[in-house]
């Protein structure tokens, strides 16, 4: 299959584009820059110049190819405090990929994540598809992104072969620049591995290959409409996450004062304190995908994340 990747240069989507080529597929990449071209070819993926706001270039892609898993997201400016402005690029690429594959039962594979969910047990994948509100007193980043997700589900009904694979929070692995590098991070400018509150919050985790071939899994077979959890671990404690960076370091660890998180975490504050253990048994079973990849805690004890 030739499969269209936004986001294919990426810290998943480059595990995303290896596990295609192994398994036979031929991977074309959206490039925007340069360098992202220059990845791709290195990667042996094919490169489609364009980026997510250009919408001609993603529906020529996506016509020209047998399925599109969708991963690039404006990261940059939804942690720049624009989610909203994100989410609203995110919805557009999603609908003209929708309106370039509609009635050709190919599949569109989206990433979405399983963070959010307060609920008193792990969420599962047929959590959370409540259709939310749009109007103009609740309409922000988050809820726009959650009505993308179930608008995507919405496609099977399009004669598009689409699902949603929620990622957790943490995609660990060697090279990782995410929630994890930046504990990492604060953890060494302040000289204190901190949690918030007694530090038994919970957070799911896999390694990005884990997850790299849930997605190569997905548009090879994920039936229409269906949710799939990327989830290795149910819920990792953000108190031991911190007793081995700080084992590492060589700081102690602390709870972080309420009125001092947001300075202390900085972009971070929103989510480090967030209770919301995931579970997969449901997608391990429909896909026949099993994590084989070390656990959060044991990568981080192999010490990659602290090298300078």
């Given at each position: ?7 294919a240069s ?10 295609l080529?192994?398994h036979g597929h ?9 360098s992202?071209?220059t990845?791709?070819?290195?990667l ?5 110049e364009?980026?997510l706001?250009?919408?001609d270039s ?11 898993i969708h991963l ?6 939804a942690f ?8 609203t690029?995110?919805?557009r690429a999603?609908e003209?990929?929708a309106?370039?594959l ?8 989206i990433a979405s994540?399983?963070?959010g969910y307060a ?7 047929h959590?959370g ?12 980043g ?15 009904s399009?004669a ?5 694979v ?5 995609n ?7 929630f994890?590098?930046t504990?990492?991070?604060i ?6 591995a901190?949690?918030v ?6 957070w799911?985790?896999v390694?990005r290959?884990?997850s790299?071939?849930?997605?190569r899994?997905a ?17 990792v404690?953000?108190?031991?996450v ?7 370091l ?8 309420p009125?001092?998180i ?12 967030a209770d919301s253990?995931a579970s997969?048994d ?7 995908w099993e994590?084989?990849?070390?656990g959060?805690?044991a990568d981080?004890?192999?010490?990659h994340?602290?090298?300078v």
């Amino acid at each position: 299959m030739r499969i269209f990747i936004t986001g294919a240069s990426g810290w998943i989507g480059s595990a995303v584009v290896a596990d295609l080529i192994a398994h036979g597929h031929q991977p074309v990449g959206l490039a925007r820059s340069g360098s992202s071209a220059t990845k791709l070819t290195s990667l042996g993926a094919e490169v489609h110049e364009g980026s997510l706001d250009d919408l001609d270039s993603l529906s020529s892609a996506a016509r020209g190819c047998d399925g599109v898993i969708h991963l690039a997201f404006k990261h940059d400016i939804a942690f720049s405090g624009d989610f909203l402005g994100a989410a609203t690029v995110d919805r557009r690429a999603i609908e003209t990929l929708a309106d370039a594959l509609e009635g050709s039962n190919k599949p569109l594979v989206i990433a979405s994540g399983t963070l959010g969910y307060a609920l008193a047990r792990p969420v599962t994948e047929h959590d959370g598809h409540d259709a939310p509100s749009l109007d103009e007193t609740t309409l922000n980043g988050p809820t726009l992104r959650g009505a993308t997700a179930e608008f995507t589900l919405s496609l099977a009904s399009r004669a598009i072969r689409s699902s949603v694979v929620r990622l957790p929070p943490t995609n660990h692995g060697r090279g990782d620049n995410g929630f994890m590098a930046t504990l990492v991070a604060i953890a060494r400018d302040k000289g204190v591995a901190g949690y918030v509150g007694d530090g038994s919050n919970r957070w799911p985790a896999v390694h990005r290959l884990d997850s790299a071939r849930l997605f190569r899994l997905a548009v090879e077979s994920a039936p229409p409409a269906s949710t799939l959890h990327a989830v290795g671990e149910e819920g990792v404690k953000i108190g031991e996450v911190s007793e081995v960076i700080a084992r590492h370091l060589n700081v102690p660890t602390a709870s972080i004062a309420p009125e001092d998180i947001a300075s202390h975490f900085t972009w971070m504050a929103p989510f480090i304190g967030a209770d919301s253990p995931a579970s997969s048994d449901f997608t391990r079973e429909l896909m026949k995908w099993e994590p084989t990849q070390v656990g959060l805690l044991a990568d981080l004890d192999q010490g990659h994340y602290f090298e300078v």
